[in-house]
């Protein structure tokens, strides 16, 4: 991956609508070399796909929490099934494997805290072998972007 590809990807981070024509005049290519680039990073699977933002307050999911999630064990079946399980809840939006103190960071979104005690009594306290979760709730958002820095 060169600048150009770098340029391409950060411009589509930006906009994700531009037509090619667009694109190519933002990162200083001709068309036809530009949808090449951009068919070659789909392909490679660096860009793996299109999506809309949406705006999870208007969207009436306004609560984010985060969760740090512990295991009993660690075994390979433990740490399958768990994995499993939060791959099929909605409401996880990431979940991170972690070093230190915990072993899960899951963002979840919900639409009140009675949905949240449910999300918890519902969904998490049936997966076996968590042996503790512990939750914060964030009351604001200092920073959130899809878009890289074009430095790296």
């Known amino acids: 991956m060169d600048e150009k590809d770098r340029r391409i990807i950060r411009e589509l981070q930006l906009d994700g609508r531009l037509t090619n024509h667009e694109l190519a005049e933002r990162v200083s290519l001709s068309p036809s070399p530009c949808l090449r680039r951009l068919r070659n990073l789909e392909k ?10 949406v705006d999870q ?21 433990s740490v399958q099934t768990f994995e499993q399980h939060i791959n099929q809840i909605d409401e996880i939006l990431d979940c991170y494997l972690m070093t230190g103190g915990i072993d899960y960071l899951l963002r979840v979104i919900v ?12 969904k998490i306290h049936c997966i076996p072998a968590v042996a503790s979760i512990d939750t914060s709730f ?4 200092v920073k959130h972007t899809r878009v890289f820095a074009s430095n790296f």
């Open 57 to 77: 307050k208007a969207y009436g999911l306004p609560i984010t929490v985060f969760i740090r999630i512990r295991l009993e064990t660690h075994s390979q079946d």
């Open 138 to 141: 964030a009351y604001g958002v």
């Open 111 to 122: 639409k009140s805290l009675e949905a949240y005690e449910d999300f918890i009594r519902e």
């Open 44 to 53: 490679s699977g660096t860009i793996q796909g299109y999506t809309a933002l």
